[in-house]
């Protein structure tokens, strides 16, 4: 675990000027398209086109500043949008802060979130034990070893787990690569590439934590995960973000 541990930045409340928040409205100007979602009902059977609901907001300056991941341009922004358990993420290059704000459409239930401005802190992140080992059943120690084994990685971390990069906070299985690129293949019509998740190129860009003070709850206490391919994010192309949710 600690050999494969990776950099991440914890998105803390602050008082400070900052542009990137969680929750309440985007800071989006009025030339954007707010995504929506649509659902087939079956009885009868319609199409239901309906908003999307804003999650979070990040300034890529911002995230780089702080010792954010790498393979992330350090400019722009990005804003994050679910219903409730798909998503969707925009990226604006250049923002212009002169323009009308995107006026905000009736949302989905649990919308809007309350708003919290953050900080971003660097920490490390470590992978979870199911994602290191395929065969759990396979390890020789006992079970008082495994339990601790399967704590350490989030052990260290403070209050929901908000945050940018790193390794991700499973809460069911760790094979959320796996997930993100089956999903991107159905959109493409191809066979997925990828068989181990750790093998992928696919990584975490923002994890959401359910958090009482920003009145989330994902599911039953659960989270939201976006991901991204690492090549497609160093070639600044964020129109392939997938969201994976999971919930306990």
């Known amino acids: 675990m600690k050999a494969l541990a990776r950099p991440t930045l914890l998105l803390l409340p602050t008082e400070a000027p900052a542009f990137s928040k969680l929750g309440g409205a985007p800071d989006l100007d009025d030339g954007a398209t707010w995504p929506t979602s ?28 702080a010792g954010g991941p790498d393979w992330l341009p350090d400019h722009g922004r990005l804003y994050f949008f679910a219903e409730p358990w798909m998503g969707a993420a925009l990226h604006v290059a250049a923002a212009d802060d002169g323009r009308p704000r995107i006026a905000v459409p009736a949302l989905p239930k649990g919308f809007p979130l309350a708003e919290r401005r953050v900080a971003m802190t660097p920490a490390i992140s470590y992978p979870d034990l199911e994602w290191l080992v395929d065969d759990l059943s396979e390890l020789d120690i006992d079970d008082d070893a495994l339990d601790r084994l399967s704590e350490f990685p989030t052990a260290h971390m403070p209050g929901p787990k908000h945050r940018v990069g790193g390794h991700a906070s499973a809460i069911q299985s760790s094979d959320m690569e796996l997930e993100a690129e089956r999903m991107l293949a159905e959109q493409e019509g191809r066979e997925p590439t990828a068989t181990r998740p750790r093998e992928t190129d696919w990584r975490l860009l923002l994890q959401v934590d359910t958090d009482v003070e920003l009145k989330t709850k994902w599911g039953d206490g659960g989270r939201l995960y976006y991901w991204i391919r690492e090549a497609d994010a160093r070639a600044g192309d964020f129109s392939k973000i997938q969201m994976v949710g999971q919930s306990h």
């Open 38 to 65: 649509t659902v087939i009902h079956r009885f009868p059977r319609r199409e239901v086109t309906t908003s999307m609901g804003f999650v979070a907001q990040l300034d890529l300056a911002e995230v780089r500043a």
